[in-house]
T-cell receptor, first 114, second 111 residues
Framework: DGGITQSPKYLFRKEGQNVTLSCEQN?????MYWYRQDPGQGLRLIYY???????QKGDIAEGYSVSREKKESFPLTVTSAQKNPTAFYLC?????????????FGDGTRLSIL | QQPVQSPQAVILREGEDAVINCSSS?????VHWYRQKHGEAPVFLMI?????EQKGHEKISASFNEKKQQSSLYLTASQLSYSGTYFC????????????FGQGTTLQVKP
């Protein structure tokens, strides 16, 4: 079955540590997205990529970094510069970039500070 | 610039109807609707596009008022499975999939 796989499901970060969240899709989608969700809040866009080897900052990119070396993979690194990383992180993809296409979400990674 | 959803929360009995509104201060090209159950990923419901028609399937439909930059989601004869948090995501361009999401509307359907 095609879908989006995020791993790990739960992740704990120590002070000063960088952590990487994995997102893999086998839907052959061009566009991929990373969102952050805080309790009782909507989704906020961190980064998005419309095509391999290209990505753009979203609304809250500070303290995060991404890469898009392969079509199916879009890992997110939460750096030590992100002072409040505790949140639910969701990865999504759409068949092409553009507002006409639905976004399909993975099951998320819950990140906490130790 | 975050769209505003109303109401913030609503409680229904099975079989009752509900309307959830999404209002933006920006000129919109698209409005996406998603439903998220607690601890799970959001699930796509429908997209409405500028110049497009009202969408719907079975008991869930939506409209998009381009002049007012508002969209409404209509839930008819609600079922227990409709419970969850509904989010609208607004797009201002046809070229990118960048969406700005509202804060969500929590819907609880009781037997």
């Amino acid at each position: 079955d095609g879908g989006i796989t995020q791993s790990p499901k739960y992740l704990f970060r120590k002070e000063g540590q960088n952590v990487t969240l994995s997102c893999e899709q086998n839907l052959n989608h061009d566009a991929m997205y990373w969102y952050r969700q805080d309790p009782g809040q909507g989704l906020r866009l961190i980064y998005y990529s419309q095509i391999v080897n290209d990505f753009q900052k979203g609304d809250i990119a500070e303290g995060y970094s991404v890469s898009r070396e392969k079509k199916e993979s879009f890992p997110l690194t939460v750096t030590s510069a992100q002072k409040n990383p505790t949140a639910f992180y969701l990865c999504a993809s759409s068949i092409v970039a553009g507002g006409t296409q639905p976004q399909h979400f993975g099951d998320g990674t819950r990140l906490s500070i130790l | 610039q975050q769209p505003v959803q109303s109401p913030q929360a609503v409680i229904l009995r099975e079989g009752e109807d509900a309307v959830i509104n999404c209002s933006s201060s920006k000129a919109l090209y698209s409005v996406h609707w998603y439903r998220q159950k607690h601890g799970e990923a959001p699930v796509f419901l429908m997209i409405l596009l500028k110049g497009g028609e009202q969408k719907g399937h079975e008991k869930i439909s939506a409209s998009f008022n381009e002049k007012k930059q508002q969209s409404s989601l209509y839930l008819t004869a609600s079922q227990l499975s409709y419970s969850g948090t509904y989010f609208c995501g607004t797009g201002t361009s046809s070229n990118t999939g960048k969406l700005i999401f509202g804060q969500g509307t929590t819907l609880q359907v009781k037997p």
